[in-house]
């Protein structure tokens, strides 16, 4: 078994953070957690916990693997929070990802989260983005960065298939009133088009002021709605594979 132990008077934050998400989600045999990449700054150890969800299907069955990130700051947790609320509606609704494999993790940068502005910023930090890069290569068919911008409204872009472009343009343009009201839409899509057996990669920018609790339910709920789109659409991919 993997053990790692962390000051307790540096995860003080981290704890805070997750126990929201602890205390309303269970833990089962569809969703795991561990700290998986640990993290030495100024001699002490910091880490978060990568939750890895396995959809529903038989253990051979060929699964594609979706990784995401939150990508927490010395100024903000709302990258940390959508994700984490995200895992709750999963943890609620565990077919919503089909039979994928889902890596994820919440808090990028835990140094910040515990250090606030004393901590160092990920452009400042080449580590950050080296151990980002390894959790990418973890995931083979899909790619999701969560991160908070100077910039007015939300906004999506990557590289995606045309399939699951058309889904997420018609979410938009079809949604119900109900629906609008419950699921923050991004006011601009700029997505490049990618073939589908190709890995697809979105990063879903967030203004920065974006940190009450509707926002941050608001695109919880539009990442849940993105991850059951390109379920169904590997779902209809590998169905056509077999025939």
């Not at 704890?15 to 929201?20: E, F, I, S």
């Not at 989600?25 to 990449?37: A, D, K, N, P, Q």
């Not at 100024?42 to 969800?53: C, D, L, Q, R």
């Not at 699921?183 to 890995?199: A, C, G, Q, W, Y």
């Amino acid at each position: 078994m993997h053990i790692t132990t962390l000051h307790p008077d540096l995860r003080k934050n981290l704890r805070n953070l997750v126990q929201g998400y602890v205390e309303h989600c269970e833990f089962s045999e569809h969703l795991t957690g561990r700290i998986e990449f640990p993290i030495y700054y100024m001699g002490f150890k910091y880490g978060a916990p990568v939750f890895t969800h396995t959809g529903a299907g038989k253990p051979p069955e060929d699964r594609p693997v979706v990784g995401m990130i939150g990508w927490n700051t010395p100024g903000s947790q709302v990258p940390s929070q959508v994700l984490l609320q995200f895992i709750e509606i999963l943890s609620q609704h565990p077919r919503l990802a089909g039979n994928a494999v889902l890596r994820m993790l919440p808090v990028a940068n835990p140094v910040a989260l515990e250090l606030d502005e004393d901590a160092p910023s990920r452009e400042d930090w080449d580590l950050l983005g080296h151990l980002a890069d390894q959790f990418k290569e973890q995931a083979a068919d899909g790619w999701i960065e969560v991160q908070t911008a100077n910039v007015s409204d939300f906004l999506i872009s990557g590289e995606v298939s045309p399939a699951l472009y058309k889904s997420l343009e018609q979410g938009s343009e079809f949604a119900t009133a109900r629906e609008r009201r419950g699921i923050r839409f991004p006011s601009l899509m700029n997505l490049k088009p990618v073939r589908h057996d190709e890995r697809w990669q979105v990063r879903l920018i967030i203004p920065e002021d974006w940190s009450d609790t509707s926002s941050v339910n608001g695109l919880a709920r539009f990442l849940a709605r993105l991850v059951h789109a390109q379920a169904k659409i590997s779902r209809r991919q590998a169905r056509k594979a077999r025939f």
